[in-house]
């Protein structure tokens, strides 16, 4: 994309958002803020969900659609967890082992024995996702399960100026969200491990050639991105409830945010998270009947004009 066209591009989209933003902040500065930390805090969890997903799916080019089955299965572990033990941090911690345990399996059965058939992959994990939602359903039941939030996260702060008082443990997911990114950057780009999964992605052979046992090190990421769905299935069983549903929305989610925000890009991910926990609230707060549409929008817009995401490169 030229200069000019970005500079076009920029004021086509920026315009509406600059003259929507004025305009709301006028109309009802509460509501327009509250709305603003509530897409924000949704952001946080999309990403959680979605940085495991960048590194399955937009890093290792495996494709697997039973993430969001994932996120269902350490919800409920996770639930399961806290009301035996009564911690949340048992329940967090159960969560990400539990998916992360069944991710790795997912690898040695599934993933290792067909890597680059990627029609095999969408076809087999489909399957799978249906197979361990029906398993969960029948396991757990219909009925919807909710957590409570820990004691010191429950109940909102208050005389926060302009929006008085807002939710403690939605406040408490913005740390928590860019706490898992910088770390899983730092991960990726700073230690010996990660520069492994980077290079064993570009070149698997040439890596393999080096004496690094590539199986183990692309299982070991496996189970890394599906603990993250785990993770985000018990902090999501707070704010939203678990019930079946809920792991196809996560994943759909967690598609639109790699695709938006570019393949293997952990700050893209981000990105795309801000960009569909922002359009989906304030859609459902100033146009409850069109809020879907904005999700389809932003994609078509992205695809349109930068095929590989906003931040994504070549492979």
Do not use: C
């Not at 929507?20 to 999309?46: E, M, P, V």
């Not at 052979?205 to 299982?219: Q, R």
Request: glycine share 12%; charged share 10%.
């Amino acid at each position: 994309m030229t200069r000019w066209a970005r500079i076009f591009w920029s004021i086509v989209i920026g315009a509406p958002l600059v003259v929507f933003s004025i305009w709301g902040l006028w109309d009802n500065t509460r509501l327009f803020l509250i709305t603003l930390l509530n897409g924000l805090t949704l952001a946080s969890l999309y990403f959680i969900v979605a940085s495991g997903f960048t590194l399955v799916f937009g890093l290792m080019r495996n494709v697997n659609l039973a993430h969001g089955s994932l996120y269902l299965l350490g919800g409920y572990v996770g639930y399961l967890t806290v009301n035996a033990t009564g911690y949340f941090v048992l329940g967090l911690a159960a969560g990400f082992l539990v998916a992360a345990l069944a991710g790795l399996i997912m690898q040695l059965v599934i993933f290792r024995h067909m890597q680059g058939e990627d029609l095999r992959q969408t076809m087999v994990t489909i399957g799978l996702s249906i197979v361990i939602a029906d398993l969960l359903l029948w396991g757990i039941g219909a009925q919807v399960h909710q957590l409570s939030a820990p004691d010191f996260l429950s109940g909102p702060l208050r005389d926060i100026p302009l929006i008085k008082a807002y939710s403690k443990y939605r406040m408490a997911l913005l740390p928590v969200g860019i706490g898992i990114g910088l770390l899983l950057w730092l991960f990726l780009n700073k230690t010996r491990i990660g520069m492994m999964i980077r290079a064993g992605v570009d070149d698997r052979a040439m890596l393999s050639a080096t004496g690094v046992n590539v199986n183990l090190v692309f299982a070991a990421t496996f189970a890394i991105g599906a603990g993250l769905a785990g993770f985000g299935g018990v902090i999501g069983a707070v704010e939203l409830s678990m019930v079946p549903g809920e792991d196809v929305r996560l994943l759909l989610a967690s598609l639109v945010v790699v695709i938006v925000g570019g393949m293997g890009s952990v700050v893209g991910a981000a990105v795309g998270a801000v960009i569909l926990g922002v359009a989906e609230t304030f859609g459902l707060a100033y146009a409850p009947t069109y809020s879907v549409v904005f999700t389809f929008v932003i994609l078509v817009l992205v695809l349109a004009f930068r095929p590989r995401g906003i931040l994504g490169r070549p492979a």
